[in-house]
Every structure is written in structure tokens, then in C-alpha cells.
């Protein structure tokens, strides 16, 4: 991958794609190809067969995806694995068939099965049952990773996958009922604060633990692997650490300046009880992830002030 290679960020206005934008820019490729989803709808195939035949990139990062938490998991299955599998299909296929020297393929955590011994490695994938909540869309994450390398087994296609960990930062989706934890937590505590509320009631126990990796250090992990690795085998992408909900919360709380009561709901779900990634082999390539929890929390909510009226929320 040199610097006037064409890279196509499919998914570039995501939290993903966008931190994935600035992180090539930052290290000198410029030569980035976007297109929105009213210019571009990856579900379908003609239309990307039509745009990788007419612009040919070298590098694909396949960023785009209908991703949401626990609530939009468990009511549209249907769209969820329909649309992720349509556009892996059409992406992965559309760029082995039109030269493209390098793919990278974007995961998810959740791809691992629900009682996963903890740190989760690589080669628990498929060891045993998924969280029953977002099973649709894990389900779908891993028929790309099987994709990617059937791909490489078959076509010698230089088809990578890297699985982040639960994933915050600029150009989040704060939306109130899609959104991840997070996200959703700064928007809940940032009304709280703004009407005064006594207190904020989470989901669930708040005991279930969750690791959080700044997107822009995702985004750098992402570049690296570009640049660094060729394998048959997905990476994890995670900061090897973890902290509770009800941990983050209170974090989250803090940063917001929200000074009120904070209770759990156990009638809800804590999706699955813990999900620490393995990332020994990423960091023994030489990547480590720079931006501690605190200090992304801060830049997270100063991104969602700056943009909660423009994006309606």
C-alpha cells in the first residue's frame, strides 16, 4: 500500500469509517473514495458490480454495516442479518473480481459465543452459542470473516478481518433507542443534567463487563493491519481492559457533570455477562492503543455537544 494508492472507505460518515478517514489522512493517503448510501446503496449488486468496474480501487475497507444495541438487535433480526450479509456479498465479491490488491473486512465482538472463556481469543470463534440478542447480526459478521478467507483459500484474494471491541468517539450514533451503551449513556446523562432529573436508570444489573476502545485508536489499528498484515486469520482490535456498566456509568456521569442518583433496571437484559478481547497477537505486531477511557469519554461528549442539534438529536 503506497500513498497514491485508491482506497474506497465503504461506510465513511460511520463512527467507524469516518475515524478510519481521518486516521489514512493523518498517515498521508489522501486519495480516498467515498460515496453515501442515497449515492451508492450496497445492498445493491448491480450498482456495485457498476461502481467498482467504473472506479477500480486498490484498497477497500469495508466499514459499512447496520450495526445498533441491544434494543435495535432484538427487533429487526431480519433486517439485520438481510442487509449486513447484502452488502458483504456484493462489496467482497464486487472487489476480488475487479483487481483490488487488498480488502479489509470490519467485525464485531459479539461474533464470539455468549459463555466465552475470558480473554476471548481468536480461535473461540465458533466454540459455542451466541447471544441470543444480537445473534442475526453476529451470525452475519462471521459469514464475512468465512467470506474473506474462503476468498483468500480459494483466489488467493489478500482479504483481511479485524474485530473491534465495543467501539466510542466522534461521530457516534446517539440516537435513543439504536444507539450503543455509550453513546446512549451520554445522551441520558446529558438530558438528566439538562432537566435536572433526581436520577438516571440504566439497563439491566449493571454488573456485566464491556471493553471500550476510542475509534480513533480502532482506526489506527486498522491502518496498521492494512500496512502490516496478510493472513487467513481475523485479528482482534480491542485495549485489554474492561470496566462494568455501572462502572462506566458513573464515568460517563462525571464527565457529563450529571450529579444525581444512578439505578439499575434487572428486569432488562446485561447481554452477555463479560467480553474482554485477546489482542496479544495485534499488540505483538507492535500496535497498542494511545487514548484512556476518561480522556475519550471527554472527547466523545464534547463531539456530541458540538453535533446533538445538527443531528437532530
Not at 67 to 85: D, K, Q, R, S, W
Not at 277 to 288: H, N, Q, T, Y
Not at 299 to 310: E, I, M, P, R, V
Request: proline letters at 4%.
Amino acid at each position: 500500500m503506497d500513498k497514491s494508492s485508491l482506497i474506497y472507505v465503504a461506510g465513511h460518515r460511520g463512527l467507524v469509517g469516518s475515524a478510519i478517514c481521518r486516521a489514512l489522512a493523518r498517515a498521508g493517503y489522501n486519495n480516498l473514495l467515498t460515496r453515501t448510501h442515497a449515492e451508492l446503496d450496497l445492498c445493491d449488486q448491480a450498482a456495485v458490480s457498476d461502481f467498482f468496474v467504473q472506479h477500480r480501487p486498490d484498497i477497500v475497507v469495508l466499514a459499512a454495516a447496520k450495526v445498533g444495541g441491544i434494543h435495535a438487535n432484538a427487533t429487526y433480526p431480519a433486517e439485520f442479518i438481510y442487509e449486513n450479509l447484502q452488502i458483504q456479498n456484493n462489496v467482497i465479491d464486487s472487489a476480488y473480481r475487479n483487481s483490488c490488491k487488498k480488502l479489509l473486512f470490519l467485525g464485531s465482538s459479539c461474533i464470539y459465543p455468549k459463555m466465552c472463556p475470558q480473554p476471548i481469543k481468536e480461535e473461540y470463534l465458533l466454540t459455542g452459542a451466541l447471544e441470543p440478542t444480537n445473534d442475526a447480526y453476529a451470525l452475519a459478521k462471521i459469514a464475512g470473516i468465512k467470506m474473506c478467507q474462503a476468498y483468500r483459500r480459494q483466489y488467493g484474494f489478500d482479504a483481511i478481518s479485524a474485530m473491534p471491541t465495543n467501539l466510542y468517539g466522534p461521530g457516534d450514533n446517539y440516537h435513543p433507542e439504536n444507539s450503543h451503551v455509550i453513546p446512549a449513556l451520554i445522551r441520558r446523562f446529558h438530558e438528566a443534567k439538562i432537566s435536572e432529573a433526581e436520577k438516571v436508570i440504566i439497563w439491566g444489573t449493571g454488573n456485566a463487563l464491556r471493553e471500550f476502545l476510542y475509534v480513533d485508536d480502532m482506526a489506527e489499528a486498522c491502518v496498521f493491519l492494512l500496512k502490516n498484515y496478510s493472513d487467513f486469520e481475523h485479528v482482534n482490535v480491542g485495549c485489554g481492559s474492561d470496566i462494568s456498566i455501572i462502572e462506566a456509568a458513573r464515568l460517563i456521569a462525571r464527565v457529563v457533570g450529571f450529579a444525581g442518583k444512578i439505578d439499575t433496571d434487572p428486569t432488562k437484559p446485561d447481554g452477555t455477562p463479560r467480553k474482554l478481547m485477546d489482542c496479544s497477537k495485534l499488540f505483538s505486531m507492535g500496535w497498542k492503543p494511545r487514548v484512556g477511557l476518561e480522556e475519550g469519554m471527554q472527547a466523545a461528549y464534547s463531539d456530541f455537544l458540538q453535533h446533538q442539534h445538527k443531528r437532530g438529536y
